[in-house]
């Protein structure tokens, strides 16, 4: 089994530069004209070498102050159930990798994660080096958990007859900031030191910083903090290891975790209980519970390897697959999809069937060119012809239509597939705004672009979504000068080109901030490219192996 390069592989200062890529700085997929490379940079050269308290401002503490990060709540459902994200302060963000990554901290690390590496258990979550450019959002880390956890959990059903499974409830909003500094200490391990503490520290210090003071968790939605969460599973996996050693467990097993998902396999159903008792008492011990719903013990170790929401889309391909579509409407594939969505939401696969579709939509209206031999034309004087002579071409453009249903009406099962699964909704406005972009009149156009509008922006924590929507509306918004549509500062930025401020970075000393250039949060020359129908980067290779999202 191919071992991706991770990122310890990496010296301290390409650790740094790693860490302060746009494509790591936030691992929500965002419209393509989104880069934050430019401020991450300039945020590097402007604070340099400076600690953090020489750029703080007398008696000024990010922890009381509101605005710090970008945040956005991710609906899940379409109602309650959310997942908070942030674009982290770019200052923050930076103090943290320099922290993890400097010269002094970086071997501190490298040899933390040394220790955490134990027989009999793989963990296969650590930020992943893409030696070339991804051919779509994530490419490389999916890749990585299909090879080391799906494809490895099957071949291990050679060797092993049971296996267990589940995760951690709520992980990240879970991680104590102490455990933290365990970590480090290595606390309770054969390996247990006192060190200086200042990494671990300061690392709290921003983590509580990043949060408006709260000592609890970490924030979602950087490759940074799931590197930071890494070593806390990555210290519990080595307290695993020693607790199962002093238990006297002479069976033969395997653990493989990706980030919280673990799966325990083992010959001896009853040894294996065990290792499941040890775990949950060492995950306990880190302010970690077990997630009940997903835990389970199975004989069938070669289809439960697989996620749910694939083995549903594989049941159904004599329904949908790759070669044809049974479906004799665009309509009725809508329809599927939400259905089978309702059973699996915000699922890899939900990505993957939304993208069949639109693909199939493209292939149905690409204009239709059709050459035909002209046939002589007889006139009364049996001597004219058309203008044309007998055996010359004719080309002729047939430009298709949806059919099989209203536009509208398929509109509106595409709209509601997007609140449904919001981590997905971009997948659904690209189907929304190919098919309106289909339509004919004008008005018509204009007419459903607003009523697309209304029911998603109307929808609470509905940033995301927005985010998005204004992809599909900003050249409609430009030529009617409706630049003032969306309330978030993304979107203000996209319309207007500069605004005063995305992050609050009051806390800091005026020195480090002038001259931000929040301007390059967006790529002129991709946004003067958007068309009204959402484009963003993906290859056919996806549909091999996104049948899951890690951050599912």
């Not at 994530?138 to 959990?153: A, D, G, P, Y």
């Not at 930071?228 to 006297?248: K, Q």
Request: include cysteine.
């Amino acid at each position: 089994m191919k071992t991706a390069k991770n990122v310890l592989s990496l010296s301290s200062d390409d650790a740094i530069s790693f860490f302060l890529k746009s494509q790591q700085y936030h691992n929500l997929e965002l419209p393509e004209y989104f880069v934050f490379d430019d401020v991450l940079n300039f945020v590097k050269e402007s604070v340099g070498d400076a600690s953090l308290k020489d750029c703080l401002r007398k008696n000024v503490s990010p922890e009381d102050l509101e605005g710090v990060n970008i945040d956005i709540l991710l609906n899940k459902d379409g109602h309650y159930a959310v997942r908070p994200i942030v674009l982290a302060n770019p200052y923050l963000y930076y103090f943290l990798v320099r922290e993890l990554c400097g010269q002094k901290s970086w071997p501190v690390v490298k040899d933390l994660f040394d220790k955490f590496s134990v027989p009999g258990l793989s963990s296969c979550a650590l930020p992943v080096v893409s030696e070339e450019k991804e051919s779509f959002h994530k490419s490389h880390t999916i890749l990585n958990w299909w090879n080391m956890m799906e494809q490895r959990s099957i071949e291990l059903s050679l060797e092993y007859r049971y296996m267990f499974v589940t995760d951690i409830t709520n992980c990240y909003g879970s991680i104590n900031p102490q455990s933290i500094e365990w970590a480090f200490n290595l606390r309770g391990t054969k390996y247990e030191r006192e060190l200086n503490q200042d990494i671990a520290h300061n690392i709290q210090w921003i983590l509580r910083a990043l949060q408006q003071g709260r000592n609890i968790g970490i924030p979602q939605g950087s490759s940074i903090f799931d590197f930071v969460a890494e070593i806390v599973l990555g210290y519990s996996d080595l307290l695993l290891h020693e607790a199962i050693e002093r238990a006297g467990i002479t069976a033969s097993y395997q653990i493989i975790r990706y980030r919280d998902d673990y799966r325990i396999f083992c010959n001896d159903k009853d040894q294996m209980e065990k290792i499941s008792y040890i775990l949950q008492q060492v995950l306990e011990s880190l302010n970690f519970r077990m997630n009940s719903q997903k835990t389970k013990i199975s004989e069938n170790v070669v289809t439960d390897s697989i996620k749910s929401d694939k083995l549903a889309y594989i049941y159904n391909t004599p329904i949908f697959n790759k070669k044809g579509v049974d479906f004799d409407s665009f309509e009725k594939h809508l329809l599927y999809i939400l259905m089978f969505a309702r059973k699996h939401p915000n699922s890899g696969q939900v990505k993957t069937l939304l993208s069949d579709i639109d693909k199939r939509m493209e292939k149905h209206l690409k204009p239709v060119v059709r050459e035909y031999e002209v046939v002589k034309v007889l006139f009364d004087d049996d001597s004219k012809t058309d203008g044309a002579a007998e055996g010359d071409k004719e080309i002729v453009t047939y430009v298709r239509r949806l059919s099989g249903g209203s536009v509208r009406a398929m509109v509106a099962v595409a709209v509601q597939i997007a609140l449904e699964n919001v981590s997905v909704c971009n997948y659904a406005l690209r189907v929304i705004s190919r098919m309106i972009d289909s339509l004919e009149d004008l008005e018509e156009k204009v007419s459903l672009m607003e009523r697309v509008y209304d029911k998603i922006s109307n929808t609470p924590n509905s940033t995301y979504n927005q985010l998005w929507l204004q992809n599909m509306t900003y050249v409609y918004d430009r030529r009617c000068g409706n630049v003032d549509r969306y309330d978030i500062g993304l979107c203000k930025l996209v319309m207007h080109g500069q605004i005063p401020r995305l992050w609050n970075v009051d806390w800091l000393k005026e020195k480090f901030t002038t001259r931000l250039p929040l301007h390059r949060v967006v790529d002129k020359e991709v946004l003067a490219r958007v068309t009204p129908i959402i484009t963003f980067r993906e290859q056919s290779s996806y549909y091999d192996v996104s049948d899951y999202t890690p951050e599912d």
